[in-house]
């Protein structure tokens, strides 16, 4: 961190705390440069990052003066799904998601896509391409069937900064963390079999269930916490649950971390009904704590856990880059992995690995937990500044996706379509349910580049949720006024 950042840093959390209050002028540049022990210039530098943040205000020949905020919005409750096994929903809706991720000229302020444009991937791009040059034909051959033994060791040693200790024979790569997740599910299941998810859950691994022909069980999920694990073993009490899946770690779409303790009692709850935890980690690395938070998998003592994560929300999703630690279950993901996809692309496996070799790989990470923590904080401002009040809003611990939640009659599918005209599009609460739910939440990716055009895409979607809000409204008070 840069002392302007240092010094910007050290003010908005007096701000924050209330040191400094709304509408109170701060100190002048020269004092906080006396003050501070630094140059007028880096004063000059703090203020206009907060001023950019919209935490400040500048007044002409007065000074800065703390922004007159709107007070933060609350983060979503508990969330309160269905509590029975259900058929899953949404394809239609995921399909067409799919579909415009590719557009050009909309942007989508949804996605889960990274940020692919920091200067710290750029070794990864020569890696490749002197791989291409030296024309070794392994690389255009099949691996085996476990993956490329130089990533699954680079893997192994990387998962021990989440508590765990695997070795190379216990890693599976995989296509992306989406086919660790399927071979995962087929490994403990078939159809027909319940499984339980957090509430509301990431698409994929709904569509997946969906294809096997498995029911979900959605179970009210915290933002803060995650998972209720009373909600839970009421579930496994009445139903005949195979495996509980999760994202505890930078939880997609909801942000939080699960607590450690609250790790281990959904371990030993599984444990006393024999079934399985499918973890996904996919965003755990880029927790913005140190050390990251542990994995459920590195508790794991009678080998339950199938541990399932990619370098695709950490590197870049194109490599379709990703493995599991199948634990017990290690046979049939074997199986699965081969009736699935046979191997995994051979030249992006060593082009991985080498980059995690050549040591890029941690200080990559380091600046995308920086990136995404700066963004989030312009992009909360930006929210509470352009939306309307009556909102929640997650409170991320890592990653890059943040939940909003409109009041209950809300329509983001509507939203959405009305979105196509400013060529803006958003991810829809639905599809994070099995049956439909959250049609009032939307999801948001702060990963974008923090500029004028981002900016005004926000304006412009804070702008039409509150005319859909006053719209819903009249709509609601309408057909009040009909039943009285
Ligand atoms: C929670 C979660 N798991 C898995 C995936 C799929 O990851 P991959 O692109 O590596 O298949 C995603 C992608 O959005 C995700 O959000």
Redesign the pocket.
């Known amino acids: 961190m840069t002392r302007y950042q240092h010094l910007a840093c050290l003010l908005s959390d007096r701000i924050e705390q209330g040191l400094y209050r709304s509408g109170e002028r701060l100190p002048s540049v020269r004092t906080l440069s006396i003050e501070h022990g630094v140059s007028i210039s880096t004063v000059q530098q703090a203020y206009h990052l907060l001023e950019e943040k919209q935490l400040i205000v500048p007044q002409p020949r007065s000074g800065y003066f703390v922004a007159t905020r709107k007070a933060t919005p609350p983060m979503p409750a508990l969330t309160r799904p269905a509590q029975r096994p259900v058929e899953i929903t949404q394809w239609e809706s995921v399909l067409e998601l799919l579909s415009s991720r590719n557009c050009g000229d909309v942007l989508q302020l949804g996605s889960?896509m990274p940020d692919l444009t920091q200067p710290t991937l750029k070794p990864l791009w020569k890696i490749q391409s002197r791989m291409a040059q030296k024309q070794d034909t392994d690389l255009l051959n099949y691996d085996s069937l476990l993956g490329v033994a130089a990533l699954r060791e680079q893997v192994a040693r990387l998962t021990i900064d989440s508590g765990c200790q695997l070795t190379a024979e216990d890693i599976v790569i995989t296509t992306?963390?989406?086919?660790a997740?399927s071979v995962s599910i087929r490994a403990v299941c078939e159809t027909g079999d319940i499984i339980a998810v957090e509430s509301p859950t990431?698409h994929?691994?709904m569509q997946t269930l969906r294809g096997l022909g498995i029911r979900a069980i959605e179970i009210p999920t915290d933002s803060v916490t995650g998972i209720s694990l009373e909600a839970l073993e009421l579930a496994f009490e009445q139903w005949p649950i195979k495996a509980v899946v999760v994202?505890p770690n930078c939880n997609?779409p909801l942000g939080f971390i699960m607590p450690e303790a609250r790790k281990r009692t959904l371990l030993t709850l599984v444990q006393r009904f024999d079934a399985a935890i499918i973890e996904?980690d996919?965003?755990g690395e880029l927790a913005w704590e140190y050390p990251r938070p542990i994995t459920i998998k590195s508790l794991d003592m009678d080998g339950r856990v199938l541990l399932?994560s990619?370098f695709?929300?950490t590197l870049a999703?194109g490599l379709?880059v990703?493995w599991v630690a199948p634990g017990r279950y290690r046979d049939r993901v074997l199986h699965m992995k081969y009736i699935g996809t046979g191997s995994t692309a051979t030249l992006p496996q060593h082009a991985v690995a080498e980059f995690i070799r050549q040591g890029y790989y941690l200080p990559h990470l380091r600046r995308m937990r920086q990136v995404y923590q700066r963004n989030y904080e312009t992009f909360s401002c930006w929210v509470r500044h352009y939306f309307p009040c009556g909102i929640c809003v997650s409170r991320p611990q890592g990653s890059f996706l943040m939940w909003i939640e409109l009041p209950e009659a809300f329509d983001a599918v509507r939203l959405n379509t009305e979105l196509r005209a400013l060529k803006i599009q958003v991810a829809v609460g639905s599809l994070f349910s099995a049956s439909g739910k959250y049609r009032n939440c939307l999801r948001l990716n702060y990963g974008l580049p923090i500029n004028e055009h981002t900016e005004q895409a926000i304006a412009q979607l804070g702008a039409a949720v509150e005319q859909a809000m006053h719209a819903c409204h009249i709509e609601t008070e309408h057909a009040s006024s009909l039943t009285d």
């Not at 992306?176 to 086919?179: K, T």
Request: charged share 20%; aromatic share 10%; with cysteine.
């Open positions: 889960g992306g963390c989406h086919e997740l990431f994929g691994t994202v997609n996904d996919v965003y399932c990619s695709s929300k999703p379709r990703g």
